[in-house]
């Protein structure tokens, strides 16, 4: 069969395809169809296990260093005799666990979206066979099959019209939001899907009238197995935060491998080092300090507050599948935005009339007396006889093609007490026909006369029309009213609105009700209809533009409409509006340039969306990509974060997004993107606590054992001088790392969060400026650790008079109050400390059961012997304290400094 049918008459398709428009195919035909080409449905993806999915957990760079540092430590432990239990083993081995734990239930992804295209297909169709109407289930239909298409169809495979009288809703696959008019004839040349008029396609449904269709494709040859092979060959790119943590962890293995290889050297080359035992000692430090230099709990406290984001966003109806995800869309720099039920309502509307008394906004109309205008009432009553929409007389829902259910909706706002066909005593009429591009029906009243209504394409209207309706009065339509109506009718398109012409005319006795009637007719007005942008949206888009988003709506409607919605949100500055059939043509280096200078795409189809969506990432924009439809699938699934709507929008566009929005409103994604942004701010404030508190503990050791003679820690009887113990560097990390860590991670959010730029994705999570703050935390973390472990000690730069046990105890309380005390400075790199301070009770909450735990290491007869720690006075304690305070004094310091410059 020809590769596109639609360029094809119908009689050709129908001696290709081997087919008959009057008996069908036989059954036995039919059979032979199924078993060479397979059932009409989708090819599954195959799903992956949870055990699968728990594997896939450990998939992460920080989570290979973790494992790497518990092979290390396990090793050591066992060559060294399996002495003791081996904590630091054990707790790296438990965050790795609880990490991919919580990862795998956290993790909202359900089936593939292919799955969720075959769920969406049609259960049955009613075809042809052996010359009778058979229904069959939807997966049994084969190329040849005589579909018979009816009004609530949904169609269940792609075929060529040979008969027809349809319009078809294809919204799901065109963004289209008026429904498609279709027509038998040929097209001349090759067309995108919403213009190829001749064709239905599978996943769309009949909204009025009747055709018969041959089938030409199925399964996965279909329009919508096209899109669902193109699905399955997109594969998502990592985000930002899952580049940047690849980054960080990086950095850390090479600093790990840096930290052992140099302690160890130093150790070796200032101690006397005699016996295998000494050399398994230092080769057991430098890895012991290693291993501290890694925050074991930074991958759950990250999945922790990422959750945490999660719940947040559901609360507001953004509901977040993927929890990189939640970074990602605060780092967004453009949202790819589709229109039809996105940025509008996705319901037609009638919007403005042109009668003989010009241009009239209906809703101006409704806030005013309707009978200040005679021809607006004339023309709402008469489209509302001339439809097929059905109103519940109590007020509730209109079921029907959606441009005659707007009628019925203005009809209600306007007050005018009908309710379209259940109260009109409409005794005849002529159905809508794409031939005649009008229809008709006729209503009679208490004294038995009897009116025509006609409603279809102004033009033809026009042409049978006689006389115009001024006011009451019917006058003669003359060639300058005639201009009038053509001038109105261009400036309504113009504005991206469908128009449609209503008339009237009474009918003579005996004068039948039938396509002969309609002429002579009074021309009453155009009515102007257009699928409205939804209210909220132009301060939804105007918030994101503030926060230096770009928005760029990319649809399948009409070039007008979209620029018309566009203008109207304030997303489009100028006349700029780039075709699908343009694009196509455009080599990658054209559409770079074209992406950056045009803000509304329209009539493009899915490839070409996927194209605009790699075009802005290959200008190193980080995309949000939002839409509803089947069409959106590939490009949600490509952007950096799909964000798909939750209730208008089809399974395919959910499960082929990262976000969800619960509400279907466009607020909500800027919503989230506050959060986003508001997140990224709190993995970077406990990364920078939690990267200075492991520095503080690394130099200290280091310059410790570097400096053992001049610190007076030689000459205590150890093979090698340490400032600090193993289980006293295990209990730092235990209470410093997890709680206070992830008290930051639930700081509240900065007040100018929306008015910052979007971070590039060339800026990395860590910068320099970020990376300097930390060294010169850790630094002074180690300076006062290891004053305080002098000043206790005999001998040294100070002398002091206390055991090594009490000088340790000393310095491992100094190193912990440092880092609880960084905690609140850690908030900001600029903001003061004091700033704020009693905003996270949280915070306060960690800190102070942290500092109590230690105090209970130090007092604890049991904790004592467990870590080496001797009790201190009050005399002692006021001067860890004092040392301590150092700390937030310094960080003070250079926040003063980075605000006088203006950093």
């Not at 032979?32 to 699968?52: C, F, M």
């Not at 409205?532 to 301060?539: N, Q, Y």
């Not at 969506?613 to 799909?642: C, H, K, W, Y």
């Not at 800026?763 to 060294?775: E, K, P, S, T």
């Amino acid at each position: 069969m020809a590769a596109d049918v639609s360029l094809l008459t119908a009689d050709e398709v129908v001696r290709l395809a081997g087919a008959d428009t009057t008996f069908g195919l036989s059954s036995e035909e039919a059979a032979i169809r199924l078993a060479a080409d397979g059932p009409n449905s989708l090819t599954e993806r195959k799903r992956v296990s949870w055990q699968r999915r728990l594997l896939l957990q450990f998939a992460d760079p920080l989570v290979y260093l973790l494992l790497a540092a518990f092979a290390v430590t396990i090793t050591v432990w066992l060559v060294d005799g399996r002495e003791g239990v081996p904590y630091d083993s054990i707790v790296i081995a438990i965050v790795v666990i609880a990490n991919a734990i919580l990862g795998l239930v956290q993790e909202r992804r359900s089936e593939s979206a292919v799955a969720a295209l075959q769920h969406m297909s049609a259960a049955s169709a009613l075809v042809m066979r052996n010359g009778n109407a058979q229904r069959i289930p939807a997966a049994g239909v084969v190329r040849g099959d005589l579909l018979l298409l009816a009004e609530g169809d949904a169609v269940a495979a792609d075929a060529r019209l040979v008969t027809s009288e349809l319009r078809v809703a294809e919204a799901v696959l065109t963004g289209e939001s008026a429904p498609a008019q279709k027509r038998t004839e040929p097209l001349e040349a090759h067309a995108e899907v919403a213009d190829r008029t001749c064709m239905v396609f599978a996943g769309t449904a009949v909204s009025r009238g009747t055709g018969r269709a041959i089938v030409t494709g199925i399964g996965m040859d279909t329009e919508t197995g096209r899109i669902a092979r193109m699905l399955g060959e997109t594969e998502p790119d990592p985000t930002p935060l899952q580049r940047e943590i690849a980054h960080l962890s990086r950095t850390l293995g090479i600093a790990v491998v840096v930290i052992a290889v140099v302690v160890i050297g130093t150790v070796w080359l200032t101690s006397d080092v005699t016996t295998l035992s000494q050399v398994v000692s230092i080769l057991l430090l430098g890895v012991a300090l290693a291993v501290a230099a890694v925050p074991e709990g930074l991958p759950a406290i990250l999945s922790v507050v990422l959750s945490l984001g999660v719940r947040r966003m559901a609360d507001h109806h953004a509901i977040v599948k993927d929890l990189s995800s939640v970074e990602t869309l605060g780092s967004a720099s453009v949202i790819c935005t589709d229109k039809t039920g996105t940025l509008t309502l996705n319901r037609m509307t009638l919007m403005t009339v042109a009668t003989a008394h010009g241009l009239m906004d209906i809703a101006d109309a409704a806030a005013s007396h309707p009978g200040a205008s005679p021809e607006l009432t004339a023309l709402i009553r008469s489209s509302c006889v001339a439809n097929d929409a059905v109103a519940n007389p109590d007020g509730g829902e209109i079921n029907g093609d959606p441009t005659d259910v707007a009628f019925l909706d203005a009809e209600r706002l306007m007050s005018l007490g009908g309710s379209g066909n259940a109260s009109e005593n409409r005794v005849a009429g002529v159905p809508f026909s794409a031939a005649r591009a009008r229809m008709s029906a006729a209503t009679q009243d208490a004294s038995g006369e009897r009116t025509l209504h006609v409603k279809g394409g102004p033009e033809v209207l026009l042409s049978l029309s006689t006389r115009m309706l001024v006011g009451e009065t019917q006058v003669p339509l003359d060639a300058a009213a005639r201009e009038r109506v053509l001038a109105n009718t261009a400036t309504l398109a113009g504005r991206g609105m469908r128009t449609l012409g209503v008339a009237f005319r009474t009918l003579s006795d005996g004068e039948a009700c039938d396509e002969a009637a309609e002429q002579d007719l009074t021309f009453i007005g155009v009515a102007g209809l257009v699928d409205p942008s939804r209210p909220e949206a132009r301060d939804a888009v105007a918030d994101a533009q503030l926060a230096g988003i770009r928005i760029v709506m990319i649809t399948g409607d009409h070039p007008a409409t979209a620029l018309a919605i566009a203008r109207d949100l304030g997303i489009a500055a100028d006349e700029t509006v780039l075709t699908g059939a343009e694009l196509a043509s455009m080599s990658d280096a054209e559409l770079g340039e074209a992406v950056a200078n045009c803000a509304v795409f329209a009539r493009v189809a899915p490839e070409l969306k996927l194209r605009i969506v790699d075009a802005f990432q290959a200008r190193g924009e980080v995309v949000a990509m939002t839409g509803d439809g089947v069409n959106d699938a590939p490009a949600l699934r490509s952007a950096d974060i799909g964000v798909a709507m939750g209730l208008g929008g089809t399974e395919v566009a959910r499960e082929a997004s990262s976000m969800i929005l619960a509400d279907d409103n466009f607020t909500t994604i800027v919503t989230a993107v506050r959060e986003g942004r508001g997140i990224l701010d709190n993995i970077k404030r406990f990364l920078r606590y939690l990267l200075a508190s492991n520095a503080g503990e690394v130099l200290a050791v280091f310059f410790g054992v570097a400096g053992a003679g001049v610190l007076g820690l030689s000459g205590h009887g150890e093979v090698v001088a340490v400032p600090l113990l193993a289980t006293q560097i295990l209990w730092i990390n235990l209470l410093t790392d997890l709680g206070p860590a992830l008290a930051i991670g639930a700081e509240p959010y900065a007040a100018d969060l929306m008015s910052r730029q979007p971070r590039k994705p060339t800026d990395r999570l860590i910068d320099g400026r970020m990376w300097r703050g930390v060294a010169l935390t850790g630094i002074v973390m180690a300076v006062v650790t290891l004053v305080a472990l002098d000043a206790f000690l005999p001998g040294g730069l100070i002398e002091g008079s206390e055991s090594l046990d009490t000088a340790r105890t000393a310095a491992f309380t100094v190193l912990v109050l440092t880092q609880l005390m960084n905690a609140f400075s850690a908030r900001s790199e600029t903001v003061s400390v004091v700033k704020n301070l009693a905003t996270n009770r949280w915070l306060w909450g960690a800190v102070t059961l942290s500092a109590l735990l230690q105090v209970a290491v130090v007092h604890v007869p049991l904790l004592n012997r467990a870590f080496s720690t001797a009790p201190l006075s009050v005399s002692q304690w006021a001067t860890c304290v004092a040392l301590s305070a150092v700390v937030p004094l310094v960080t003070e310091l250079r926040k003063w400094g980075l605000r006088r410059r203006g950093v």
